[in-house]
């Protein structure tokens, strides 16, 4: 089992940025994908941006120059820097850890762009 456990959302101004952390525990493997989803209301999930242990980081067009996933192997931690923040960008952003077939989410953390 991985428990994921999200923290840094909040509510922001139009052009403000956020810092998202998750911190994994449990049974990790060391080859591992972390990343980000997220989820506005009555949209589907959609990828913010992955990285994997080998450091390879992959984003969703929307994100490319705004966003920058990053993470700490020795902390077992996965950032999201948020900048130019749109109001837009308001969702519920989830972190992933995914493994040898497996996936595990956090329980998600409120982002919220006011305009």
């Known amino acids: 089992q991985v428990q994921l456990v999200e923290s840094g959302g909040g509510l922001v101004q139009a052009g403000g940025s956020l810092r998202l952390s998750c911190a994994a525990s449990?049974?990790?493997?060391?080859?591992?994908?972390m990343g980000w989803y997220r989820q506005a209301p009555g949209k589907q999930r959609e990828l913010v941006a992955l990285i994997t242990s080998g450091g390879r980081t992959t984003y969703a067009d929307s994100m490319k120059g705004r966003f920058t996933i990053s993470r700490d192997n020795a902390k077992n931690t996965v950032y999201l820097q948020m900048n130019s923040l749109k109001p837009e960008d308001t969702a519920v952003y989830y972190c992933?850890?995914?493994?040898?077939?497996?996936?595990?989410w956090g329980q998600g953390t409120q982002v919220t762009v006011s305009s």
């Open positions: 992933n850890f995914a493994s040898r077939g497996l996936n595990y």
């Open positions: 449990g049974s990790l493997f060391s080859i591992n994908v």
